[in-house]
């Protein structure tokens, strides 16, 4: 007699979850900065995907290259990514292209529990700071005439500067003059040139002025204005002098000693 066996298969399925982890999407551009920035500067967003199950990404900067550069890593004001920043002068350095020309930033994120990490570099250029230009139709030279019995008073605008700058930094004008008879001076900030006397008690007729601009890195100071001032009011001569006037030793206070003639063409 055989004893019949019976045998029950069990088949087991296993399912395996798939849980993706937190990824940073690629830098595909450098981010540019002017050497001259000297407030908190946003300069990127970063693009990362949470993991499975999470809400958010949570990223910081890993390493810096050259060390201690001035950015960092947050949001703030209700963002709702994390942005890269460049901290300003006031929190970190200030810029400088000749020494530091480019800097390598690495950004880490993390999954909200901060077990697992994805990173991606970060490529900061600094732009260098570019010069003021002068905009006058006529720079690099200009050529006024003015007329002395016009007249023109002190206080009387004569030319205006005019210049652009790239990263619209503020800049300030100045003028010297050849010779330097202070007959004019300019506003730092809009570039009016003016007189500071009457020209009609000018001496000099034939003036060079030199214009500068600066956005206070760099300076451009090739504008010359030539001016000639006409009819220039010829000095008063007086007559009887020199004079040689003999008195007693006796004369007292008060006494006239001559009377000046003058000759006024």
């Known amino acids: ?25 690629d830098f595909t551009q450098p981010a540019n900065i002017h050497e001259d920035t000297i407030a908190e500067t946003r300069l990127t967003r970063i693009e990362c995907t949470p993991a499975t199950g999470d809400t958010n990404c949570l990223c910081n900067v890993q390493t810096i290259a050259p060390n201690n550069g ?13 942005y890269v920043y460049y901290l300003g002068v006031a929190n970190g350095a200030r810029l400088d292209i000749t020494t530091d020309p480019t800097y390598l930033v690495t950004v880490e994120c ?13 490529e900061i250029d600094v732009q260098q700071n570019q010069a003021p230009e002068f905009t006058n139709a006529n720079y690099p030279t200009e050529t006024l ?7 023109v008073e002190a206080g009387t605008t004569v030319y205006t500067l005019t210049a652009n700058d790239d ?12 010779p330097d008879v202070g007959y004019f001076e300019v506003a730092q900030a809009t ?5 500071t006397i009457d020209l009609r008690a000018a001496t000099v007729d034939n003036i060079v ?13 090739d504008f010359d204005i030539f001016i000639t001032i006409d009819n220039l009011n010829d000095r008063p001569v007086i007559e009887n002098l020199p004079a040689t006037v003999t008195i007693p030793e006796t004369t007292t206070g ?8 003058f000759t006024d063409v």
């Not at 990263?167 to 050849?178: H, K, Q, W, Y």
């Not at 008060?254 to 003639?261: A, V």
């Open 145 to 151: 005439t003015l007329d002395a019995m016009t007249p």
């Open 167 to 178: 990263e619209t930094d503020p800049f300030t004008f100045s003028i010297t003059s050849v």
């Open 209 to 221: 002025l030199t214009a500068s601009v600066t956005d206070g890195t760099h300076t451009i100071d």
């Open 110 to 122: 993390f999954n909200e529990a901060r077990t697992t990490s994805d990173t991606a570099d970060l």
């Open 191 to 195: 570039g009016i040139i003016t007189t």
């Open 1 to 25: 007699m055989y004893e019949t066996v019976k045998w029950t298969l069990v088949y087991f399925l296993i399912t395996i979850a798939c849980v993706a982890s937190q990824t940073i999407t």
């Open 70 to 82: 001035p950015f960092s890593v947050f949001k703030k004001n209700g963002d709702v990514d994390f």
């Open 254 to 261: 008060g006494f006239q000693l001559i009377t000046l003639t």
